[in-house]
């Protein structure tokens, strides 16, 4: 059921995406609701639910979107590996993670992105793409994952008291007698 949802939403965000929220430009770029929903579901959900959910969220971009098909898939990609990373995290809050899952995501995406473009025959260049898209998305990207990250944290159920306890750092106190 869980993933059914995950794809309904995926869905719904993809084309809300490509449709009404394109007129919403920050810097010059549209925030990818797609690619920080795959991240913070990434940071918050298990690791399983992240090797599912992250290339459904990009196969849902890439129907929605008009790259060519797979390029989202395969952007997305390097999400779970980046998730995986931020759980070895020292704080007990996700939201630092899902923040810097989404400005690391968003990058690996948009110069995976950039490359398949390139491979298709589109012109590129590579300081316009740098300085008007890739620094651009990464700023608004992460500007708008607190609105991702709630409610996917809030609907999450809690985490499992194996994952919690190795991940606060804590001092030894020692006291010479």
Sequence with gaps: MK????????WFIAVANVSGLSYLSVLGVTPDFVLIL?????????????????????LMRDLAG???????VLG?????LLAAIARLQAIDSDFPSAIAVAAG???????????????????????????????????????????????????????????QGGRRLTATLTSKS
Excluded: K
């Design 3 to 10: 993933y059914a949802i995950a794809a309904a939403l995926a």
């Design 38 to 58: 795959a991240c913070c579901w990434a940071v918050v959900r298990s690791e399983e639910e992240a090797l599912i959910v992250v290339p459904l969220c990009g």
């Design 66 to 72: 008009s790259d060519p098909t797979g390029t989202a």
């Design 76 to 80: 997305f990609t390097p999400i779970v």
């Design 105 to 163: 995501g968003t990058l690996s995406f948009l110069v995976i992105q950039t490359f398949v473009l390139g491979a298709t025959g589109h012109d590129i260049d590579a300081w316009q793409v740098i300085s008007s898209v890739i620094l651009p998305s990464i700023i608004v990207n992460t500007l708008f994952t607190p609105i991702v990250y709630l409610p996917v944290r809030w609907f999450s159920p809690p985490r499992p008291l194996a994952m």
